[in-house]
Nanobody, 119 residues
Framework: QVQLVESGGGLVQPGDSLRLSCAAS????????MTWVRQAPGKGLEWVSS????????YFQDSVKDRFTISRDNVKNTLWLQMNSLKSEDTAVYYC????????????WGQGTQVTVSS
């Protein structure tokens, strides 16, 4: 079964950094386009960043570009989101998600990890 397990969230102050991890299993991770999405309090899901299967292409939401970076290790089946210069508006539950190219949307995501940015 597909499993995506996020970790690394926490409570930080503005300007701090966090590194989120996603451990993937149950599918051929190395052939799958992966993404990070988030859900802020009272808001819907928002796409944050994506990475091509082999890591050759990466994409970011404008609000996080130049602050966040996405990476993956296809041997360890792990996806990361390095978040720097965090802002209060980054507060959200962050989800690692598997992208279904045929549907044009994510088809699986993990339980999420809470990121709270507050002074």
């Amino acid at each position: 079964q597909v499993q995506l397990v996020e970790s690394g969230g926490g409570l930080v102050q503005p300007g701090d950094s966090l590194r989120l991890s996603c451990a993937a299993s149950g599918f051929t991770f190395s052939s799958v386009y992966m993404t990070w999405v988030r859900q802020a309090p009272g808001k819907g899901l928002e796409w944050v960043s994506s990475i091509y299967s082999d890591g050759s292409r990466i994409y970011f939401q404008d609000s996080v570009k130049d602050r966040f970076t996405i990476s993956r290790d296809n041997v360890k089946n792990t996806l990361w989101l390095q978040m720097n210069s965090l802002k209060s508006e980054d507060t959200a539950v962050y989800y690692c998600a598997k992208y279904h190219s045929g549907w044009g949307s994510v088809d699986y995501w993990g339980q999420g990890t809470q990121v709270t940015v507050s002074s």
